[in-house]
């Protein structure tokens, strides 16, 4: 009987303390600037949190919540339906110990994305849902220029390998868009 009631007991404990997704939701729900319009485009488990890809009436964001600190990291706003098929945000808090990067991908040429930081190189998530095709990654840090122009660069990449899209520094000068 006491090994029952022991086994009842935690049980109610480790649901009591278990975040589902829909509480997180409710979380991030109070953060966002215009609950009202609110949609969820895509939701996924992550190492130490959810990363929820979302529209809101101004534009794209992405959030990332840290199961560590319990807290909600959300971006800047983004086009929906960028220009030149393919826009970027991110967050990154020093209240969170991740960096985030997320977007919205409308041209179909573009079959891959890459982050790119001083020492660095990470391929984004791609995902395709009936909302649309987005993509995300997450590091770590950012790591810093160290007297270097900003070492930060995001690339959109065709099929065949080519950079169809970019942002950051390229032989020292600024580039943002297609290529």
């Given amino acids: 009987m006491r090994r029952i009631s022991f086994i009842i007991f935690l049980m109610i404990i480790f649901t009591g303390c278990s975040n589902s997704s829909e509480d997180n939701i409710e979380k991030l729900l109070e953060k966002t600037p215009f609950p009202n319009s609110f949609e969820v485009l895509y939701q996924e488990k992550v190492d130490n949190g959810l990363i929820v890809l979302f529209k809101d009436e101004s ?6 919540f840290s199961n560590k600190t319990e807290y909600w ?28 990067f997320a977007g919205v991908i409308t041209d179909d040429n573009i079959q891959n994305v890459m982050v790119r930081q ?27 220029a160290a007297g270097q ?11 065949g390998g080519d950079i169809v899209w970019k942002d950051g520094v390229y032989n020292g000068k600024y580039y943002h868009g297609k290529t």
Avoid: C, Y
């Fill in 73 to 100: 990291n959300i971006s800047g706003n983004a086009d929906l339906n960028p220009k030149d098929g393919f826009v970027w945000g991110m967050t990154n808090d020093p209240k969170i110990p991740k960096l985030t």
């Fill in 149 to 159: 122009s900003d070492p930060l660069k995001i690339e959109a990449i065709s099929a």
């Fill in 118 to 144: 001083k020492t660095l190189n990470q391929q984004a998530r791609m995902v395709s849902t009936d909302k649309g095709r987005f993509w995300f990654t997450i590091f770590d840090n950012l790591e810093e």
């Fill in 59 to 64: 534009g794209f964001r992405h959030a990332f």
